[in-house]
């Protein structure tokens, strides 16, 4: 709980200091908005990066913990159909030919 009280003492300050602040009626260049989207946007991915790596790692631990295998397969057997009207079929062509 102390440090929620800190982060909401941090947050109060700067919300305070901003509420205070004299309007500076300044331009925001072209460039310059271009500079915080690629900021945000790398923002975003590195979180993305993060949270990626971190998910990995739980199901790594929870695999390791349980004996679960969670990329395992199961895999079906072969299933082998035998035909018996083809074998009589090749013998009545086996004796045409002779």
Same mark, same amino acid.
């Given at each position: 709980m102390k =440090?929620?009280?800190i982060i909401f003492t941090i947050v109060a300050m700067v919300m305070f200091a901003q509420m205070m602040a004299i309007n500076a009626y300044a331009y925001?260049?072209?460039s310059a908005t271009s500079y915080i989207i690629q900021i945000v946007a790398g923002i975003?991915? =590195?979180v993305g990066a993060v949270i990626g790596v971190v998910i990995s790692k739980v199901k790594k631990k929870a695999k390791d913990k349980f004996g679960i295998d969670l990329d395992h397969k199961e895999q079906e057997d072969d299933v082998v159909v035998y035909d018996d009207s083809s074998d009589e079929k090749k013998d009545d062509i086996t004796e045409?030919?002779?």
């Open positions: =440090a929620y009280k925001i260049d072209v975003v991915v =590195a045409q030919v002779k």
